[in-house]
Structures are given as C-alpha cells and as structure tokens.
C-alpha cells in the first residue's frame, strides 16, 4: 500500500547488458583444400566436418600445436602431422558418424567402443549470410572441457557472438577421459 507522498525504496537498478564479443570473420582467403563449408543455422550442429584420426587418450592443451595451433591451423584434408607424437591427418567426417536427428552432432560412441579416453579435433568453415548474434554451444563435463576457436580466437561455452557476413574457419578440440555418446558443438 503507497500513501501519498510517502517516500519508498529506491528503484532496482537495471540489469548490465551481457557481454557480447564481436567477431570479424576469416581474412586470410579461401579453406584449405576438402575443408567443408557450411551455412551457420543457429541452434543445430554443421553436417560436414574434417575429424582427426581419434586417439586413444586425452591431450592437455592445444593439440594443433605442431601446424600452427588451433586458432591458426591451416587446415587441410588428408594433411599429415602429429599430436602429442602420434600421427593423424584431418579426414571428412564418416556420414555414419553424424547424428542426422534432433539438432545434429557427432557419434562419438562408436569411436569410443574400445577406448576409455579419446582426443580428436573437428575442423568445418561457417558461412554467415547475414550479420547475427549467436550463442556458443560447447557442452562439457567432468571427464573433459572442450575447447573451440572461431575465425581464431577461442570462444566458450554461453558466450554471445556478433558475427558479421563472412566465413569463419571453426576448429573443436575434444580430449574426453569418459565414454560420452555424442557431441554437438
């Protein structure tokens, strides 16, 4: 009940807007050779990708250091090089391998029918048709934390992104030391 002329509480002060990093897209020319491209449609996971050979334990830190890190790989298909002294190349993703369902991803199950560990990098190019504001979806749990870059710089799980028109090279490195069934960056 007010009175008349009767002093109140102050105002609630308004909420900080949330940070929103703002993302320029790749200047550096055209993907390497057999790197999908792919149109960014918020809220489902691409359907083409480049996956490196799968390992049988988890990497600490950046896998890619040995072609230039993750955030300035250049990434090819079929490029041949090492992680943690083991060799990989980047590989198009088996379609059987891809969720088709729901909002798409990754079967890692069958990768990790015989491991108790896996590492793997997914590499796809995005492109933006139009300047939007986006939301990283890059799920994580106790047994791994994966890391994603983004026209290269690093991005994390929650973040809002100002994308404008353009294409953005986007790398995942996953190190899982559990079974996980499938993932959806």
Known sequence: ????????????APVEPVAVKRLSPATDGEPGRGVPVVPLMPGFCPNKWLMTTPLDF???????????SMAAAKVEAGKKFSIA?????FEPVPPDFL??????????????QNRSALTICLHTVYEVKQRQLVKVNLPFGRAGKPV???AGQQ???????????????????????SKWESYAP
């Open 1 to 12: 009940l007010a009175l008349w002329g009767e002093k109140g509480p102050p105002p609630v």
């Open 58 to 68: 988890a990497v600490q830190g950046d896998p890619l250091t040995e072609i230039g």
């Open 85 to 89: 002294g083991k060799p990989v190349s």
């Open 99 to 112: 969720l088709l369902v729901g909002r798409g991803g990754v079967t890692l199950s069958r990768l990790m």
């Open 148 to 150: 994603m870059t983004l």
């Open 155 to 177: 991005v994390t799980h929650g973040q809002l992104l100002q994308l404008d028109k353009g294409r953005y090279p986007a790398t995942v490195a996953i190190s899982l030391a």
